[in-house]
């Protein structure tokens, strides 16, 4: 388990090495530091490589999307432009991603161009989302410290646990799906169990800066 916490003086590229040691997907952000790749004129707010690491899936703050393979240099656009969005998140075994807007979570096939919105409660505002590796299931993260899986596509209500104390700012899922990992903005971590129901496996509440990313 990694997290990122915003403000951190010197602790903000040990957290980085840290999660290039735990996942390929990392160690090609590393690549790409060294390499930018064409096509994007905007932060990247979200990666996911295969799982061969030939290839990786980037989306930019603009709304800019595709393909990107780092051995050729070669950048495939997706072709769809994106609205604005406040965080991101990739599916591994698919192109498929997901956004937290203000109204709605929003699930993206970008291969197809196809998405499907999701209503939010605007009294609990969306905040973070991330996408099972298979894209099936999609974690929503709230303001007022409640995390939901949903279905991605039919947005049937899976699980959903309260009381984190904080704006949940980050959210992944593990490898196989069954774990959720979930940061706030008071600076606590959670990792949460996602089978009937969420239930909490593991928890962290040091006094530290906001949660902004974690793996």
Request: net charge neutral; hydrophobic share 50%.
């Amino acid at each position: 388990v990694v997290a990122a916490h915003a403000g951190l003086a010197g602790d903000a590229r040990s957290d980085v090495w840290q999660m290039m040691e735990f996942s390929t997907r990392f160690t090609l952000a590393d690549v790409w530091d060294r390499q930018p790749a064409p096509g994007l004129k905007s932060a990247v707010m979200a990666l996911s490589a295969s799982a061969d690491a030939r290839s990786v899936v980037a989306v930019s703050k603009l709304g800019e999307c595709g393909t990107w393979e780092p051995a050729s240099d070669g950048w495939r656009s997706f072709g769809v432009r994106l609205p604005p969005f406040e965080h991101a998140a990739l599916a591994q075994a698919l192109p498929r991603a997901a956004f937290a807007t203000d109204r709605a979570a929003i699930v993206w096939d970008l291969a197809q161009g196809k998405r499907v919105d999701h209503a939010v409660d605007p009294a609990n505002r969306l905040h973070a989302v991330a996408l099972s590796p298979d894209g099936a299931r999609l974690a929503l993260g709230h303001a007022q410290g409640l995390v939901r899986i949903v279905e991605a596509v039919s947005g049937r209500p899976v699980a959903e646990l309260a009381g984190l104390g904080a704006k949940v700012s980050a959210l992944a899922f593990s490898a196989d799906g069954q774990l959720v990992l979930a940061g706030t903005s008071a600076g606590a971590t959670f990792l949460l169990r996602a089978g009937g129901r969420l239930e909490k496996a593991w928890e962290d509440r040091p006094q530290r800066p906001p949660v902004t990313a974690v793996a």
